[in-house]
């Protein structure tokens, strides 16, 4: 009797959900994103890696959220909402959401997106200004659905109202009262702004119900969704003002210290992030349990958790708030493996990738083989004359990922044109780069034919895509967060050519 061998060689695609194509300025859970999962489905995909899902706030990173637990309304489909009676397509069209179809207008999107949503909410009857009462089947999910995540739904949504009342100022600004958060202060305010507070909650469970939907659809289709959370929260979200006893603020909320990384070989004054940075002595006494809600509730929206900055779990870099940049800082001690001991005891065996990358010390790659998490690799670094050559495939082991470049990086195309001479040179000879043709098609054979377990390739390289499809650019605010696909870009052809690669390299 043949023996059946578990598979474990796969690869899959980093899209952000807001770079997929859609009517309405910036992707969302609207067919498009279905259209994705056919596309990932035919190309032999079995992974969709996307970026932060949370409300995204000035400068518009999926790393800096307004919460860690609510999910961003840019999202929600406006189709359904027309389709569903809530909104007209008359209504939808009368709202600018940008000319440019290759990339979001922010500016725009925001302006116009609330609004629409607006009337969606007083049409369902669920606002205090809809002339009619909900249906009652919406009426008893809604509340079903309040009542599931009560423990952070009433503070985002109060935390949303209360910042629309400042004028978007950040809430150390606020009246002391609720800036503090005095009970008296707290009832006045959730008295006086219900309607607004009842309306960032019916986002979130339209948010909830169609993303629930979607990864439902993409698991069935035998995609799995790999989910990622920052290792941080902003300052200015609704889990500092809620839960101030989280970090390291003084009697006045304000933050002592602040999050970064030091000067290197990339940056010569170092990243200056400014996320407040966590008591871990108050979260040990607790047995970590905001840190075990925040990761149980992760695991219910994705397959597989991409933790960010990992290493900080070991060693974090604490910079004195006020400091105009990273020179001035030290690194402390982190929980270390106490946090996951935890978790796997609280949640049990989770799919976890860690974000491994960046100056790694002996205690940090100790900590990440404890826990057993597959690191990250990225094809771009092995060419990279400032990075040792762990990133050359042949020094691989199995349980890694490897990219050939992250959100956080140039396209392969445009890296490879970037490239020094001679460190071109070598790339051009180790990855047999015959033609300038197809640079990016070259490096991904890298990857998919490393020993790693897992490839994940961003889709402006399956594209062959140049700077124009970057994504981020770290440090830099403006210009980010911003490309999208277009109608069109996504084929049969591409679907094919993506299987019979990764076919050929044994990941079907």
């Not at 994103?33 to 899902?53: H, K, M, R, T």
């Not at 047999?432 to 998919?448: H, S, V």
């Amino acid at each position: 009797m043949a023996v059946k061998v578990k598979k474990t060689r796969k690869c899959g695609v980093l899209l952000p959900v807001s770079s997929l194509s859609s009517k309405y300025g910036i992707g969302s859970f609207s067919k498009e994103a279905y259209d994705f999962v056919d596309f990932l489905e035919s190309a032999g995909q079995s992974y969709w890696q996307i970026l932060p899902l949370g409300p995204t706030s000035y400068g518009d990173s999926p790393y800096q959220s307004f919460s860690t637990f609510a999910g961003n309304p840019y999202f929600i489909d406006i189709e359904s909402l027309i389709k569903d009676g809530y909104i007209t397509e008359a209504e939808a069209d009368k709202y600018n959401f940008g000319m440019e179809p290759m990339y979001v207008d922010y500016a725009l999107i925001y302006k116009s997106r609330f609004k629409l949503l607006k009337k969606a909410f007083v049409n369902s009857g669920l606002s205090k200004e809809s002339s009619k009462a909900a249906d009652k089947t919406l009426s008893e999910e809604f509340e079903i659905f309040k009542d599931k995540n009560s423990s952070w739904l009433k503070d985002y949504a109060l935390f949303m109202a209360l910042k629309n009342a400042n004028d978007g100022r950040a809430w150390n600004t606020w009246e002391e009262g609720v800036r503090l958060r005095k009970p008296a202060a707290l009832k006045e305010a959730e008295k006086k702004y219900s309607d607004e507070v009842q309306f960032f909650e019916y986002l979130q469970f339209l948010f909830s119900k169609q993303w629930e939907a979607l990864k439902f659809y993409a698991n069935n289709k035998g995609i799995d969704i790999i989910g990622d959370i920052p290792i941080y929260v902003a300052f200015d979200s609704a889990d500092t003002w809620a839960n101030p006893e989280l970090f390291q603020l003084d009697e006045n909320n304000v933050p002592i210290d602040v999050a970064g990384c030091p000067p290197d070989a990339f940056s010569a004054t170092g990243q200056l992030w400014g996320n407040p940075l966590y008591k871990w002595d108050y979260h040990k006494k607790t047995g970590y349990k905001w840190w075990m809600k925040r990761l149980s509730h992760c695991f219910s929206l994705y397959d597989v958790v991409r933790i960010d900055h990992f290493r900080g779990f070991d060693e974090y870099y604490a910079i004195p708030y006020g400091s105009p940049n990273a020179i001035i800082g030290e690194w402390r001690k982190g929980p270390g493996i106490e946090l996951f001991e935890v978790m796997k005891k609280e949640l049990g065996k989770q799919r976890v990738i860690a974000e491994d990358l960046g100056f790694l010390t002996p205690s940090v790659i100790k900590l990440v083989q404890k826990t057993g998490f597959p690191g990250m690799k990225i094809l771009q670094f092995a060419f990279d004359p400032r990075e040792e050559s762990d990133y050359l495939p042949h020094n691989y082991s199995k349980n890694c990922i490897v990219y050939t470049g992250t959100h956080d990086n140039e396209t392969t195309l445009a890296w490879y044109e970037q490239l020094g001479r001679k460190d071109r040179a070598f790339a051009k000879k180790y990855m047999n780069i015959k033609t300038n043709k197809d640079i990016a098609w070259e490096f991904i054979r890298g990857a998919l034919a490393s020993v790693s377990d897992t490839a994940i390739i961003p889709m402006q390289d399956y594209l062959n895509m140049g700077s124009e499809a970057r994504i981020n650019t770290p440090s830099t605010l403006g210009g980010n967060w911003q490309w999208r696909l277009v109608e069109g870009q996504i084929t049969d052809e591409l679907a094919m050519r993506m299987k019979d690669m990764a076919k050929l390299y044994g990941r079907v």
